[in-house]
């Protein structure tokens, strides 16, 4: 799931051997995200074509975007910096 699939569209008899063993291990793995994912999960995810699709749909979901990530640790460093100094500020008093 490092990279993007999409199924061949020509008749599976015209398939390389690559291309089948790929179509394979993507079937594999988005049967796999269904099968350990619960109802609501599986309902977010259930228009995805692919295991890369699903995983990445499912990062943003629970991990949010690059710029949610950022803003989370921009966040978290302001209310260390304000902890830090609400604590120096308890032990002048």
């Known amino acids: 799931m490092t990279k993007p699939y999409s199924a061949p569209t020509s008749d599976d008899d015209t398939w390389s051997d690559i291309t089948t063993k790929e179509y394979e291990a993507n079937s594999k ?4 995200l269904f099968l350990a ?11 995805c074509k692919s295991a890369y699709e699903i995983w990445q749909h ?13 803003l989370k640790l ?9 902890s830090k100094c609400m604590k120096m500020n308890l032990l002048m008093i």
């Open 29 to 32: 793995a988005q049967n796999i």
């Open 74 to 82: 921009i966040s978290c460093v302001l209310n260390m910096k304000t």
């Open 37 to 47: 994912l619960n109802e609501d999960d599986t309902t977010r995810i259930i228009h």
């Open 58 to 70: 499912l990062l943003v979901t629970y991990e949010g975007t690059s710029q949610v990530n950022e």
